[in-house]
């Protein structure tokens, strides 16, 4: 099963980017790379998702390695609000099961004021 | 808005009894999947639901079962609970593509005694 790695927790000071890696060496070459994240007491929400180019949106970037092993979740500028658990997993493009939908503990992101 | 509904925030059972617990989605989402959530073990996937009466097992289903009669619900029984089984419990929804979100519920917190 193609899993990923995160640190367990990072701190960024409020107003300044956060850049959150994943680890993902066993990625398959059709896995799109998924982020989420848990605010406190809710489920975890949908931030961004991307397969091989680089993507923005309105909450976030991602930056995802040539080799795909690895990506990048960019906060431009941290606020409190985005104190969260971030979760970086990977999907299948076919519908074959649970195996690819491993969340993980993820990285807790402290946001200094 | 796009939901997902759990049917108890928090429940509080003893030790042998019968717990359903319900989640309920109105995006006409073909998959369907419950996870728990403890400390340290972030969330981990039970069971996976690709289609009505449909299911696959995801890293814990011990103790546990599902039901999926209807494509719009999907429970989770745990047929005789018991302590180690207390957790916070997350339903999500996707469409089968890889591409797709997966969308939340607030979860359940189930206590059992």
């Known amino acids: 099963d193609a899993k990923t790695t995160q640190p367990n927790s990072m701190e960024s000071n409020e107003e300044e980017p956060v850049h959150l890696p994943c680890n993902h060496s066993t990625i398959s070459g059709t896995d799109y790379i998924h982020w989420y994240r848990q605010l406190p007491s809710q489920g975890p929400e949908y931030v961004i998702h991307?397969?091989?180019s680089n993507v923005n949106n309105r909450m976030a970037s991602l930056a995802i390695a040539e080799d795909r092993k690895s990506s990048t979740l960019i906060l431009h500028r941290a606020t409190l609000r985005d104190a969260a658990v971030y979760y970086c997993i990977l999907r299948s493009p076919l519908n074959t099961g649970a195996n690819n939908l491993f969340f993980g503990t993820g990285t807790r992101l402290t946001v200094i004021p | 808005d796009v939901k997902v509904t759990q049917s108890s925030r928090y429940l509080v059972k003893r030790t042998g009894e019968k717990v359903f617990l319900e989640c309920v989605q109105d995006m006409d989402h073909e998959n369907m999947f419950w996870y728990r959530q403890d400390p340290g073990l972030g969330l981990r996937l039970i069971y996976f639901s690709y289609d009505v009466k449909m299911k696959e097992k995801g890293d814990i289903p011990e103790g546990y079962s599902v039901s999926r009669e209807k494509k719009e619900r999907f429970s989770l029984i745990l047929e005789s609970a018991s302590t180690n089984q207390t957790s916070m419990y997350l339903c999500a929804s996707s469409v089968p593509r890889g591409t797709g979100e997966l969308f939340f519920g607030e979860g359940s917190r189930l206590t059992v005694l």
């Open positions: 991307g397969l091989t």
